[in-house]
């Protein structure tokens, strides 16, 4: 870390503190003794959304986290429970290392979470995101479901 006042090359760090900003280091010039603080924190990129029509635009948790509140409406689940949730499909996006990910990952990822976290939430989630469109194709993927958590019980 360059020194702000005189330009040296080199400081000593004195103190290093963590907080909710990241890391805080006080930091002291060996040539001129100025004393500074710098802050250190991680830049954490989340990958461009590629969109059924094409379009891209940028990663939107605070979205995310809005189609989940719909599907769990009314469901005993709690809002720190969808904020894991959340960060686990965030954590998964970021951690494809690639600069561009399709909607339908994401989406994938975010229905197999909710298949584990609460059916019923989960069969409100794939009516939009599968594109259930009658009631025979909800009830199909109900049987689905059913006869999954059956030959889970049975294991």
Do not use: W
Not at 82 to 90: F, N
């Amino acid at each position: 870390m360059n020194c702000p006042y005189c330009g040296a090359r080199r400081t000593k760090v004195i103190a290093t503190d963590r907080d909710a900003r990241g890391i805080r280091r006080r930091r002291e010039c060996p040539l001129c003794r100025q004393r500074f603080t710098t802050l250190e924190r991680a830049v954490l990129t989340t990958p461009l959304v590629v969109k059924r029509d094409g379009r891209r635009e940028e990663f939107n948790r605070e979205k995310l986290l809005a189609g989940l509140r719909i599907a769990c409406a009314r469901r005993p689940i709690s809002a720190d429970a969808l904020e894991r949730l959340a960060d686990r499909v965030e954590e998964y996006i970021r951690q494809t290392g690639k600069t561009e990910v399709s909607s339908k990952v994401i989406g994938d990822r975010v229905i197999a979470e909710l298949r584990e976290l609460d059916p019923v939430s989960y069969i409100r989630y794939a009516i939009v995101y599968l594109g259930l469109e009658d009631l025979a194709a909800v009830r199909a993927e109900i049987n689905r479901l059913l006869e999954s958590e059956s030959s889970t019980r049975d294991a």
